[in-house]
Every structure is written in structure tokens, then in C-alpha cells.
């Protein structure tokens, strides 16, 4: 079984920056394809960002393309999401997700992802 932690969310204002990190333990993280996905009061979860197994090849919702990056650390056993240029509506609990069965490729359907970390608040005000 493997858990995830994300650390890293807080209140910033608009135009900060913050750096979410989630740690992974119980299995190697190259075994999974890794993302960030998050949800706001009243919405549903959405895919932000991931990242395959080792390739490193990486997507990006258009709400975030430019400004977000994603990237995995594996000897390290962490994943991290760095975000620039924060606007209110990124507000959101953020979760970080593994994917077991990606290969060379990501996912963005919530349901494709089998577990997932407790979420950490990001609050942006303007």
C-alpha cells in the first residue's frame, strides 16, 4: 500500500508563488504515474498537472499551462508542484494522486488514479 502527504499550501496573495511537495512512502514512486489535482468549496476535483513514471513527460490543465510545474524526484520518493502567478481562482484544496497503471503516458480522469494524499488548503486572496 502506498501513502501520500502533501505539505507546502498556505494563504498567499495574488501574484505569489508557493511549492507544494508530496511525499510518497510504502513504494517506489517509479512504479506510478504522479498528479496534482484540486478542488474548490461547491466544485468538483480537477486534474491539474502530472507526470509519468520516468520519462518525465508532463501535462498541464490550461488553467494552469505556464504557470505550474510538476516534477518527481524518485530517489527521493517526492513529487512537487510549483506555482507562479497565483490568481484567487486557484484557490483549492490540492491533492496529490498515483496513477498505477500509466505507463509512457498520464491520465486525467480522477477515477483513473488509486490513491490518494489528505490534501493541503491553497488559498489565494486578491
Known amino acids: 500500500q502506498v501513502q501520500l502527504k502533501e505539505s507546502g499550501g498556505g494563504l498567499v496573495q495574488a501574484g505569489d508563488s508557493l511549492r507544494l511537495s508530496c511525499a510518497v512512502s510504502?513504494?517506489?514512486?517509479?512504479?506510478?504515474?504522479l498528479g496534482w489535482f484540486r478542488q474548490s468549496p461547491g466544485g468538483d476535483r480537477e486534474f491539474v498537472a502530472a507526470?509519468?513514471?520516468?520519462?518525465?513527460?508532463?501535462e498541464y490543465a490550461d488553467a494552469v499551462q505556464g504557470r505550474f510545474t510538476i516534477w518527481r524526484e524518485n530517489a527521493a520518493n517526492m513529487v512537487y508542484l510549483q506555482m507562479n502567478s497565483l490568481k484567487s481562482e486557484d484557490t483549492a484544496v490540492y491533492y496529490c494522486?498515483?496513477?498505477?497503471?500509466?505507463?509512457?503516458?498520464?491520465?486525467?480522469?480522477?477515477?483513473?488514479?488509486?490513491?490518494w494524499g489528505q490534501g493541503t488548503q491553497v488559498t489565494v486572496s486578491s
Open positions: 507526470i509519468t513514471r520516468n520519462t518525465g513527460r508532463t
Open positions: 494522486a498515483a496513477d498505477p497503471d500509466a505507463w509512457l503516458y498520464v491520465r486525467w480522469g480522477v477515477s483513473d488514479y488509486e490513491f
Open positions: 510504502g513504494r517506489a514512486i517509479s512504479d506510478y504515474a
